[in-house]
């Protein structure tokens, strides 16, 4: 059937499985139906947080009904340690155990059940050893999982000295469980001559193909992983999915059967890693006017016990904590600490929250130590192609020295203190876009008002903005590859090495190929990820799903399109640059084909109508050593204006509106764009006032279940929540001329928690400390005299 053609990137194209997920047939890793011989595993836990691993006991659980066996370290046939970046994590603990609710082994069982409840008769014998469960312990003992990093510009020293006024702070940012819908699952069925089909929940199958191949002591060749859809990860995902799927694999391979491990919800808080916890210390130096002049700034990692992906992560903290502003005499030290609890991962953002959280508060800090608005203040330090400063001058407005005979590119206001050049900045008019739509002026004059007159109900008002990089940190992961087959009855489907978890990277993805080859967006079809056809694929974070297999996928549809523009070009004697493909049709100057008919004669004609696509972000790199140069291809940037309410008897808070322009270049999809930015956002909110995780003294997390757990629920969202989109593509030559649009978003929220500490103020002027989240208790805190 002939479908019509329209143009599908640039519209607002439902989600590929939308209809799917809604009627229940949209199938997730723990829907596939089961080969008959399946066994069930559950982990068996760690009770302590720090100690020796002198013996364990399994007789009780061997004994129960349906238990097959328990799967220890000494059972993995590979190498005993994970095939993690650092090399520092144990497939099961060994010889000591580092967190409450470390991996000691696992029960396979005929059902789930039986396998948990067998779990919890063995017995570990554990002797306590002392434990590190905070920051200040972690840095007081000089306990890193990877080496501290130091970053400078400029002599902060001196220009701290010099400025007109100074401030001292600190702040705590608290970490964030991933409560993705579906939880860790891996499924492991045997294949012939020692071969492994992996079904995993991941957003890293070329990862857990290497960790699966690594602990089996396999080559690559002999495991393949795939993965439809994952029902949310959120960073959670892109290693620690591969921990099921290993303990999967071992359990498999020891019994020869097929082996599933699904994680209930308390025993997933308890095993894997969150976001990590941040504590900081700085030292700013500002003018009358509120311009930063000099900052030294320390940046403390919680990292948990293993460095998972620490360093990347506190590498983006590093880079993100100019956030919009230009830092001309800077220095940086991030510290990536070891404690006994869980090894924490990526998370949506990737330690840019954690950076531009802090200078955003330092703004907020200055703003109201000088009486000024807040929003002057951060539009005074914004990037800007204005000349900087000399760094020999007072910081004082109007006593800048005269500009020496440098470079003039060093000494303007558009160089990060990474030693990147910001080209496509769009901060100051989308700031005063916001500004005006929102009615930031009016509704603070309101608010003022209201707060005269109301002596227990406070408000506040915020306007933050955001500056993304976009590309993964490591350089080598910025490639992707795709595959697109098209089929002699015009349909076409296409692979990449990208992974959906409800985010609509395979819908993005199909509206670009069927543009590229002039089709109706339903004649395309996205598969599942797979290693067998797309090898060491990067994982499908960082923002960079679209950007990399979006193009991959684009190329490879081209290389298709072109040898079929050459076939026809040869039937009717023109170029094959004449030859057009829209609307369904492909058009030469002589004449209009449908396209089913032109793929049927080039098949006839023996023309290749499948190809590959390869893909390299191009302009980026980076000295890992200094953390210089250029880790991002481009920046995305976005501004939230966000207005709450907090109740001084109880602490208790509200978000009433928020306004959101954000930046998203040619929107592909604008529906699903949109979602993303409101997602993220509410994500961010519930980072930063209500999901606190809290362990007690013994290092037992005592958050870990949703009754204690408090995520944002669809009484969180504003009643008043308003996105508009940005309205300039892409200046970088990015696939639609589109921008990332899944991590920046996150954001947006540091605007929620700068809204809280405004309206804070107003009931207690002198200064706020206010740590995050800002739950009912620590808003109380903060209120305190």
């Given at each position: ?39 069930y ?12 691993l ?23 046939p590979?190498?005993?340690?994970l095939?993690a ?51 200040d ?11 501290p ?55 890293h ?13 396999l ?16 960073g ?26 699904r ?19 700085y ?19 919680n ?17 993100h904590?100019?956030n ?20 924490n ?69 558009n160089?990060?203190?990474y ?11 989308l ?5 005006l ?15 005269k ?26 490639q992707?590859g ?8 015009g349909?076409?489907?296409?692979n990449h090495?990208g ?10 993805v199909?509206?670009?190929?069927a ?51 050459q076939?026809v ?70 501004a ?26 040619t ?15 509410v ?20 958050t ?60 207690r ?6 740590d ?14």
């Amino acid at each position: 059937m002939m479908l019509r053609a329209e143009p599908a990137a640039g519209r607002s194209q439902f989600h590929e499985s939308a209809r799917a997920q809604v009627a229940g047939a949209a199938t997730y890793v723990d829907d596939i139906p089961e080969i008959r011989g399946t066994l069930y595993a559950a982990p068996i836990l760690s009770g302590v947080a720090h100690g020796r691993l002198l013996g364990i006991n399994s007789s009780a659980a061997l004994a129960m009904p349906g238990v097959r066996d328990v799967i220890l370290a000494i059972d993995i046939p590979g190498d005993p340690m994970l095939a993690a970046f650092a090399h520092d994590e144990p497939v099961f603990a060994q010889h000591t155990v580092q967190h409450v609710g470390q991996v000691i082994g696992v029960v396979v069982a005929d059902s789930v059940m039986q396998a948990r409840r067998a779990a919890r008769k063995v017995v570990c014998d554990i002797e306590p050893l002392p434990a590190i469960l905070s920051v200040d312990d972690a840095l007081a003992a000089q306990s890193y999982v990877l080496p501290p990093v130091f970053v400078k510009r400029g002599d902060a020293a001196a220009a701290l000295a010099r400025a007109a006024h100074t401030l001292n702070g600190e702040l705590e940012v608290g970490g964030q469980e991933h409560f993705y819908l579906e939880g860790q699952v891996a499924y492991v069925v045997p294949q012939e001559q020692n071969q492994w089909l992996v079904y995993s929940s991941t957003q890293h199958p070329g990862e857990v193909q290497h960790w699966v191949s690594h602990a089996l002591g396999l080559d690559n060749h002999a495991v393949r992983v795939e993965c439809r859809r994952m029902g949310g990860g959120f960073g959670g995902k892109e290693t620690q999915a591969g921990h099921m799927a290993v303990w999967s694999a071992i359990a498999a391979h020891k019994l020869k059967r097929p082996v599933k491990l699904r994680l209930d919800r308390d025993d997933d808080f308890m095993i894997t890693g969150k976001r990590h916890p941040f504590a900081y210390e700085y030292t700013v130096g500002f003018d009358d006017t509120g311009r930063i002049t000099g900052l030294k700034l320390m940046m403390a990692a919680n990292c948990g016990f293993s460095a998972d992906l620490s360093g990347p992560v506190a590498d983006r903290a590093v880079f993100h904590a100019d956030n919009a502003y230009f830092l001309q005499d800077v220095e940086i030290a991030s510290y990536r600490l070891k404690t006994n609890t869980q090894s924490n991962t990526a998370f949506r953002g990737f330690g840019g929250p954690q950076g531009v959280i802090v200078i955003e508060a330092i703004l907020g800090d200055i703003a109201r130590t000088l009486g000024l608005d807040a929003l002057d203040v951060r539009k005074r330090n914004l990037y800007s192609d204005e000349l900087a400063a000399p760094s020999t001058s007072s910081g004082r407005t109007g006593q800048e020295k005269p500009v020496r005979a440098e470079p003039v590119e060093a000494k303007r206001r558009n160089v990060t203190h990474y030693q990147m050049k910001v080209e496509d900045n769009i901060l100051e008019p989308l700031l005063s876009k916001l500004e005006l739509t929102a009615q930031y002026r009016q509704r603070q004059k309101a608010i003022s008002t209201w707060n005269k007159g109301s002596p227990v109900i406070k408000r506040g008002i915020a306007i933050t903005p955001v500056k993304f990089g976009i590309s993964f940190t490591a350089t080598l992961f910025n490639q992707a590859g795709a595959l697109v087959h098209v089929y002699t009855d015009g349909s076409v489907q296409v692979n990449h090495g990208g992974t959906e978890m409800g985010q609509g990277l395979n819908t993005k993805v199909a509206q670009i190929v069927a543009d590229e080859l002039g089709v109706a967006f339903a004649q395309v079809l996205a598969t599942a990820s797979d290693t067998s056809k797309i090898p060491n694929a990067s994982a499908t974070a960082a923002s960079a799903g679209t950007d990399l297999n979006a193009r991959a996928a684009q190329y490879a549809a081209r290389n298709v399109r072109d040898n079929l523009a050459q076939f026809v070009a040869g039937l009717d004697h023109c170029g094959a640059g004449a030859v057009r493909f829209e609307g369904g049709e492909v058009i030469t100057p002589d004449n209009t084909r449908p396209f089913t008919e032109v793929v049927k004669l080039a098949y006839a004609n023996r023309i290749q109508l499948w190809s590959d696509g390869f893909y390299r972000t191009p302009k980026i790199h980076y000295d890992k050593t200094t953390l210089t140069g250029r880790p991002f291809y481009y920046f995305a940037y976005g501004a939230a204006c966000s207005e709450v309410a907090i109740d001084t008897l109880t602490g208790e808070s509200r978000v009433l509106k928020v306004d959101i322009l954000h930046d998203v270049g040619t929107s592909i999809n604008p529906a699903i764009d949109i979602g993303q930015i409101e997602g993220g956002f509410v994500q961010g909110m519930g980072w930063l006032t209500t999901e606190q995780l809290v362990w007690n003294d013994k290092g037992v997390l005592s958050t870990h279940a949703p009754s204690t757990y408090k995520i944002p629920a669809t009484g969180d969202v504003p009643e008043h929540f308003r996105i508009e989109l940005w309205p300039e593509p892409n200046r970088e030559d990015n696939v639609f001329g589109s921008k990332a649009v899944g991590e920046p978003p996150f954001m947006l929220a540091i605007s929620v928690f700068e809204a809280l500490k405004d309206a804070i103020a107003s009931a207690r002027p002198a200064r706020v400390q206010l740590d995050a989240p800002a739950t009912a208790e620590n808003v109380l805190k903060a209120l305190k005299p």
